[in-house]
């Protein structure tokens, strides 16, 4: 580990004397892919000199201990010294493990959310929206901006469908385990028995895609401008403004019909496309690496039913990691951050795993 360690501290040196350098300082692309590796590997780097700092304190503190010459007292706090170094050595070693860890490319990228209603009809709609609400709270929290792309709503306030950024730097990082199916257990408010059902959502996050990534040619595109359709709700307007995107080669529709604008519009719904495509790739990557790590938190298994709300018990729980929370309302509000942090963590726990340092 710290041989990879040194190797990370010399490239780091190497990047901050190429960026000093006007030839490169000029060319703003090359800059900015410096300008980020640099600040990737800024905090390891910062934690390895920590350690080798650490490591040089706890080794003066043994030369003294084994001085026979030495008084007692400065014999104490040498021993105490070297105690407390020992210890904080191997938390660095720890914290240093977790940044080497292997990094997921797409994690400081925004994402677009689908959500789609499942079994339960009228039912799963509404609780589409549910979620909806909960995602754009927990995306406020976190300082991101919400974008909405598309709302397919239903005559009681549902949604059948409903798709829409999170933009901001981390947000694939803290939104990535939420692909799945989520099944509610409720009495709904359409049933007049006060029976409880069962009904499901489905829940696609998909890192943003950006130009360079994937090429769309405009000969495989055909584009149709339509009214916007659904209850008449706040996001319909009655002109022509909404676009339908086909992707011939592989044949997928995307409807954009928030903004009023056609060219907004059009903009989004490439956004969407590309995404769309990038996961397509992205999916035959993850297949490879599931395979290596069968045990993995999983996010892109959408058939996966990976969490479960249950009204009548006021609780949340999560079935990949076995994390039951008894505060449901205030996780339908937005305040999703300990099952989020519980992901990541057993996320980080199975890759820790799978390395040899």
């Known amino acids: 580990m710290l041989d990879k360690l040194r190797e990370i501290e010399l490239k780091y040196e190497r990047i901050l004397d190429e960026t000093s350098r006007p030839e490169i300082v000029g060319n703003q692309e090359e800059f900015r892919r ?6 990737l590997l800024a905090p390891i780097v910062g934690k390895f000199r920590e350690y080798i700092n650490t490591e040089k304190q706890m080794n003066e503190a043994q030369l003294l201990l084994e001085d026979k010459g030495i008084e007692a007292d400065l014999y104490e706090l040498a021993d105490t010294e070297y105690n407390d170094c020992r210890d904080m050595l191997e938390a660095i070693r720890e914290e240093l493990k977790i940044m080497l860890l292997p990094r997921d490319p797409n994690d400081d990228k925004s994402v677009i959310v689908e959500i789609r209603g499942g079994a339960g009809g009228e039912e799963a709609a509404l609780f589409a929206y549910v979620l909806y609400r909960m995602y754009t709270m927990y ?77 769309i040619n405009n000969a495989d595109l055909k584009i149709e401008t339509i009214k916007s359709s659904g209850a008449g709700g706040q996001h319909v307007n009655k002109t022509e403004s909404a676009v339908r995107l086909l992707h011939i080669p592989s044949g997928i529709v995307i409807e954009c019909q928030d903004e009023r604008s056609q060219y907004k519009n059009k903009d989004k719904a490439m956004k969407l496309l590309r995404t769309r495509l990038y996961d397509i790739k992205q999916a035959e990557q993850s297949e490879k690496i599931a395979a290596q790590r069968k045990n993995q938190v999983g996010t892109g298994d959408r058939s996966e039913r990976i969490r479960t709300y249950n009204y009548p018990q006021g609780r949340v729980t999560d079935h990949r990691i076995g994390l039951t929370l008894y505060s449901l309302e205030s996780f339908l509000n937005g305040d999703m951050g300990e099952m989020v942090d519980a992901l990541i963590g057993a996320d980080t726990a199975e890759k820790l795993k799978s390395e040899d340092f």
């Open 34 to 39: 410096l300008m980020r590796e640099q600040k």
């Open 139 to 215: 995306a406020e929290s976190m300082r991101f901006k919400i974008e909405p792309i598309y709302f397919n709503e239903t005559e009681l306030g549902g949604f059948k469908e409903v798709s829409f950024i999170v933009d901001g730097e981390g947000a694939y990082s803290k939104l990535k385990f939420e692909s799945g199916v989520h099944r509610v257990q409720r009495v709904p408010e359409t049933e007049s028995s006060g029976r409880i059902h069962t009904s499901t959502v489905t829940v696609a996050v998909l890192p943003e895609a950006e130009e360079v990534e994937v090429e």
